[in-house]
């Protein structure tokens, strides 16, 4: 078996990596990292540096790793040090707007467009991706946060419409939108003093 973990330096990611080698002893890991690697490291895994947001690092990772049977892409933002997500219409700005689709949206179109067609060759494919529950349009009842929610919103209809295309076209394949919960990451360290005692998970619970 061979398995793809996009984002595999970060939180959920990292913990994804290190369940994955626990469970599946006998596979080949993959991970991306984008600017810093981590320490981590199996004889099992292998560390790319890629930037997922690019389509050519994209096709190039496609090529280089060639034999994939599961891709898990646990890349996403909320915030960035200068930026917080928005309270109120009067917060946004397109270029936080554009860096969210960037990094919550696009990934994920890339990575189903050039892998789409090693994954149709494995016997059980599943392809993955970290969303949330943030960007479900029926659910949202407390307003706020219009970029990331716009964001995971267009993640998840990208994922549905994806579905309908492999049921036709990868019939054996699963696609999954994972909503984690609230997870002790960077991502919600700003925001975790507001989540109710026991909603907080830990990235090894959110992997297992």
């Excluded at 917080?84 to 467009?113: C, G, R, W, Y």
């Excluded at 599943?126 to 943030?134: G, N, Q």
Aim: net charge positive.
């Amino acid at each position: 078996m061979n398995i793809l973990i996009v984002g595999g330096n970060g939180g959920i990611g990292l913990a994804m990596v290190k369940e994955a080698l626990v469970r599946f002893p006998l596979a080949q890991i993959h991970a991306t990292y984008r600017r810093t690697k981590s320490d981590y490291e199996h004889s099992a895994l292998i560390w790319h540096q890629v930037d997922v947001t690019d389509e050519t690092q994209v096709k190039n990772l496609s090529q280089a790793v060639n034999t994939i049977d599961w891709v898990i892409n646990c890349v996403g933002m909320l915030h960035t040090p200068n930026k917080s997500p928005e309270k109120n219409l009067s917060m946004v700005e397109p270029d936080f707007f554009l860096q969210n689709i960037a990094v919550n949206t696009l990934p994920s179109m890339l990575l189903a467009k050039y892998f789409s067609p090693l994954l149709k060759r494995s016997g059980a494919p599943k392809f993955a991706v970290v969303s949330a529950k943030v960007g479900s349009i029926s659910d949202n009842r407390l307003g706020g946060w219009y970029s990331y929610r716009a964001s995971k919103a267009a993640l998840n209809m990208f994922l549905k419409t994806m579905s309908i295309e492999w049921r036709r076209m990868v019939k054996h394949g699963t696609v999954l939108a994972l909503h984690p919960g609230t997870t002790d990451t960077a991502l919600s360290a700003p925001f975790q003093a507001k989540v109710p005692e026991g909603k907080l998970f830990s990235p090894e619970r959110v992997a297992r």
